[in-house]
């Protein structure tokens, strides 16, 4: 039974990056899917602890919160820079992220891998399915998106029909 179970509705959302993680760290996981109908219904809403998903379960530790749960799996999986300086520096990359894609800079083109770096990119990833010459111009990035794709447990995850078969958004059918 592998310790870690995403709840969440059927689409990538909020959990791809999570599952990009630990795809590309070797990690099995089981998937709770729940069906906007479901939801709802009221009950399993009523049942998380802010009324939302993801809920995340490692074992019998439960945590809702995407953010909190990639910070739990980075810090679990080695992923979280190797000091308190480099900790500080992923958390900075990881909440700053919408600003960096704007201001991307060499922070993120560095030799080690971050749960920040999944996080940037399912985000980059979904950019280019709704625009796929978005990164055209942004040669950085795009070399980034193709290093971190080419990982093999990515580029495996990428092509698996669980990755291909979520939809980006079940509530905007994306
Ligand atoms: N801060 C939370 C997180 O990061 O986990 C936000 C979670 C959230 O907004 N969840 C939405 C939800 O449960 C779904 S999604 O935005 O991830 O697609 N919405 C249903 C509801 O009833 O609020």
Known sequence: MPPYTIVYFPSRGRCE???LLLAD???NWKEEVVTLEVWGQGPVKASCLFGQ??????????LYQSNAILRHLGRSLGLYGKNHHEAALVDMVNDGLEDL???FGQQLL????????????????????L?????????????????L?????????LASPDHMNRPISARLKL
């Open 17 to 19: 990056a999570m599952r």
């Open 25 to 27: 760290q070797g990690q």
């Open 53 to 62: 998903l993801p809920k995340f379960q490692d074992g019998d530790l439960t």
């Open 101 to 103: 894609i704007r201001h």
């Open 110 to 129: 560095r030799n080690y891998i971050s749960f920040a770096d999944y996080r940037l990119l399912d985000l980059l990833l979904n950019h280019q399915v």
């Open 131 to 147: 625009m796929p010459s978005c990164l055209d111009a942004f040669p950085l990035l795009s070399a980034y998106v193709a290093r």
């Open 149 to 157: 794709s080419a990982r093999p447990k990515i580029k495996a995850f």
